[in-house]
């Protein structure tokens, strides 16, 4: 691939820098203004009220399994990790940060896909506590193991009864507001 000459001008971004090699030709926007938007965007991403919801719904679980004594895997027995406290969010760097509310977040394990199920997604019975390396099994591989007929430890068998338990449910009309039927394409 071929690259043309850099292009030179006044940066059009809240910088207004003249004589600038523009990182984004079409935005005509310098490395750091550039860098700057796409920042924003990733902002207003992450503050969508719907990430926001989730996020107040996975707290308000937490909240519930710490008062029960129940913030452990439903797997393995396990601890899980906590959401970063007050005095993290204050002190950590940026990606550390992200580390540990990615860490809580991969506690939360649906049982069934997110984007088929949409509508049950938050609710508390689609979910199991799990810890993250559970989740990332669970993800990968465990499912198609499970579906071929493979050894599984007691947790894990638990888990997959509960999910085969939820499909009933959605199928028998228990969750009839919604339509999981797939449609066929003739």
């Given amino acids: 691939m071929a690259f043309g000459k850099p292009e030179r001008g ?7 820098k003249g004589n600038m090699i523009f990182a ?6 310098c490395a750091y203004c550039n860098h ?31 008062k029960d004594g129940t913030w452990v895997s439903q797997i393995s027995g396990a601890p899980l990790p906590r959401p970063p406290s007050e005095h993290e969010q204050a002190h950590l760097n940026e990606a550390l940060l992200n580390w540990k ?8 394990s649906h049982l069934l896909p997110k984007g088929k199920y949409v509508e049950i997604r938050a609710e508390r019975e689609a979910i199991w506590l799990v810890t993250p390396e559970e989740h990332d ?7 198609k193991a499970l579906n071929m007929g493979g050894q599984i430890g ?11 338990e ?16 797939r449609q066929k394409h003739h």
């Fill in 10 to 16: 006044t940066c059009k971004g809240p910088c207004g």
């Fill in 24 to 29: 984004s030709k079409s935005k005509k926007l």
């Fill in 36 to 66: 700057k938007s796409k920042q924003e965007k990733k902002a207003q991403q992450k503050n969508k009220p719907e990430s926001h919801a989730q996020r107040d719904m996975m707290l308000s679980i937490f909240d519930q399994a710490v």
């Fill in 101 to 108: 509310w990615t860490m809580f977040f991969k506690c939360f």
């Fill in 137 to 143: 099994m669970w993800d990968a591989d465990l499912r």
């Fill in 154 to 164: 007691e947790g894990w068998a638990r888990k997959f009864e509960a999910r085969q």
């Fill in 166 to 181: 939820l499909l009933k449910r959605i199928a028998g009309g228990e969750f009839s507001k919604f339509n999981y039927t």
